[in-house]
């Protein structure tokens, strides 16, 4: 339950491409220069501490399958303690720069707010005392409003006022222990935050109560000056049947309605794309265009499950594509690549979380080099300028800028014959498989 719990003591190197040592890098390394930056601070690497030292290994059909030691005898916070033991060893052996948490992940729930906020408030410390000689950050920080039966309608949306002040307690609780730790974003996932049926639900309310929660943090934070962007993980469904934080659009709608695009930004996650019925590419693209991109969940999902099975991101074409759009834009900012993800229930052995990073930390890095390879050939931005290459002529540009009027351009369409012209999507297809 100490450093010993892993098999070895020595960080994992990279290695290259050539390696067959399932614990050593073959695409990740993290001093190489990719389009002027480390790529280190490319990739920024976060491990989920709730999915790796926490989760016990079960499922709907059957329970615990790990046995962690942490997880059996002595009290709670004890327990939590060793945890913490195991978690800053592991994120020494993956050399990692970043880590997130939920408070009830770290810290055990007491019998009351007041001893739940003191059990996190100890294993701060801890982390504080440890980070001081650790190469590791606190990428983000959240707090658990759905686990706990008293949030089963809801937190911040809850028809109990008095559970949306036990909601606000708890997250003050977690973003005091973010700062501390210098964390450089807050996550709030809404996990309860919709509905399972409308017979009982008054949406206005409960929408109006979800924007004056968040303008309620958004003031906390300026006031003990938390630099970072809170950000929102939607999500479509699961365990409700219709979240409010459905989808990247939704949460932008939500957003410009309560005021909040300044200071709210979007953790976006594979799974969550998916079962919103998007790609991951496509969340990606939206919240840059929309101005809300923020981080990543990266996991990926199963295509033939409907529901979210956070798995580690093992697809290199598909990373290859979200940072492609991510190249165009410069890259994370406070943001970064965090594993939200599971190993199997069947993957047993310590070690398995190891390989298990490792393995995608390699496919996101794979990903990275394919899509620097894209931009510097201008494979895919070449050929969209010039499917837009109208829009940038003289009328174009005067149609999308507010010159002309609606009869101008119907008294010119007149005398114009457009012609179709091919979308070449199996030829685009064929590029970005040259490069993956």
Known sequence: MTPSFFSRTEPVAFAGEGSTDPLAFRFYDKDRMVMGKRMEEHLRFSVAYWHSFTW?????????TFLRPWMHGGDELSQAKAKAEVAFEMFRLLDVPFFAFHDVDVAPEGASLAESNENLAVITDIFAQKMESAKVKLLWGTANLFSNRRYMAGAATNPDPDVFAYACGQVKAAIDATHKLGGANFVCWGGREGYETLLNTDMKRELDQLGRFLSMLVDYKHKIGFSGPILIEPKPKEPTKHQYDYDTATVYGFLERYGLTKDIKL??????????????????????????????????????????????????????????????????????????????????????????????????????????????????????????????????????????????????????????????????????????
Not at 56 to 64: A, L, R, S, T
């Open 56 to 64: 016990p290994g079960g499922d709907p059909f059957g329970g615990e």
């Open 267 to 436: 953790n976006l996650e594979q799974n969550h794309a998916i079962l919103a019925g998007h790609s991951f590419e496509h969340e990606v693209k939206l919240a840059y265009a929309l101005g809300v991109f923020g981080s990543l969940d990266v996991n990926r999902g199963d295509d033939l499950l409907g529901w979210d099975t956070d798995q580690f991101a093992m697809d290199a074409k598909e990373m290859a594509l979200v940072f492609h759009e991510m190249l165009k834009h410069g890259g994370f900012t406070t943001g970064g690549l965090n594993f939200d993800a599971k190993i199997r229930r069947q993957s047993i052995e310590p070690d398995d979380l190891l390989i298990a990073h490792v393995a995608s930390m390699d496919t996101c890095a794979r990903g990275l080099l394919a899509a620097e390879r894209m931009h510097a050939h201008g494979a895919l931005v070449t050929p969209l300028t010039e499917r837009y290459a109208g829009w940038t002529g003289a009328e174009g540009l005067a149609m999308a800028s507010g010159e002309r009027t609606l009869e101008a351009i119907a008294a010119r369409a007149e005398g114009l014959n457009p012609q179709p012209r091919s979308g070449r999507q199996e030829l685009l297809e064929g590029i970005v498989n040259r490069y993956v």
